[in-house]
């Protein structure tokens, strides 16, 4: 059946019956589909790590009630909490996060500006890859804490010398990213752009940055992510006296396996508010550039 409506525009609107044996779906049907399926997969991915994280904890609780496991080996779940409150209560622990956060911040700003243009021309430079990458290399392979002690004869002790390290832990994987980013463009379309009259600075932020920014971007993450681990490095092997660092080391040495918990606890939600943070700075990538 079809019904036919005509305007003075000779406008026509036609609605059909689906033929007969027609098995496609109504829209609204596969829109239902795929809202369910979008749905499932939102809960996919928040019951696993809940469920995993209940288990966890009842198998703590049980493990240390029962007294299977020493207080001194693995606290109770209560005392864990008690001092994570006295210490975000007292301001214990935001004093040291602050000295954290500043402490890899500045270490990852620093390797940001010698990693970007590092993986750049490691890139687009065959000789400059050749003199640099052996460097970089042996750098990687050296150990922070043999680093640690030259960078106090030079430095002292205090924030910069754990900022150094910080940036000196972050730097590597950023630069590799960064010239993978790069090497992997489309040289088609650099090349039309060089035909149309591109060269030099405008080639390099119109063209070749937005290309290489997925590269750029996971390096960002990386090093952003990765530099609380380098501030952490610092404080430990170079005795420093705040930040998180030294708080597990305090918690160590007075055997107090409860403030050490709770330090943790504290580190890793600092890296997961790192995390996302990183995943926001992607976000707002895809709506300038895409």
């Not at 402490?103 to 010698?114: D, N, R």
Request: glycine share 8%; with cysteine; proline share 6%.
């Amino acid at each position: 059946m079809s019904v036919t409506t005509t305007t003075a525009e000779d406008v026509s609107l036609q609605v059909q019956r689906p033929a007969p044996g027609d098995t496609r779906k109504p829209s609204s049907e596969i829109e239902r589909v795929r809202r369910t399926q979008a749905a499932t997969q939102r809960v996919l991915l928040v019951v696993p790590p809940i469920v995993l994280a209940a288990f966890i904890l009842l198998g703590w609780y049980v493990s240390t009630a029962s007294g299977s496991v020493p207080g001194f080996i693995l606290p109770t779940p209560a005392d864990v909490l008690s001092s994570l409150f006295d210490g975000l209560g007292s301001g214990l622990f935001l004093s040291n996060a602050l000295v954290t956060v500043q402490e890899s911040l500045l270490g990852f700003c620093l390797a940001v500006i010698v990693a970007l243009p590092t993986g750049y021309g490691i890139a687009k430079s065959r000789l400059f890859a050749a003199s640099v990458q052996p460097y970089l290399a042996a750098g990687q392979a050296i150990p922070a804490i043999v680093i640690a002690p030259l960078l106090v004869l030079w430095l002292g002790y205090g924030v910069l010398p754990i900022i150094i390290l910080c940036m000196l832990v972050v730097l590597f994987p950023m630069v590799i990213t960064t010239a993978l980013g790069v090497q992997t463009i489309d040289h088609t379309l650099t090349d039309a752009a060089r035909v149309e009259g591109a060269s030099g600075l405008q080639m390099l932020l119109h063209i070749e940055f937005p290309l290489a920014l997925p590269g750029i971007l996971a390096a960002v993450r990386t090093g952003l992510t990765l530099s609380i681990t380098g501030a952490l490095v610092g404080e430990f092997v170079l005795s420093g006296n705040l930040g998180l660092g030294s708080l597990v080391l305090q918690a160590k040495n007075q055997f107090n396996m409860p403030l050490m918990f709770a330090t943790l606890i504290i580190l890793a939600a600092l890296a997961a508010l790192y995390y996302g943070t990183s995943w926001l700075l992607v976000k707002l990538a895809d709506v300038i550039y895409y």
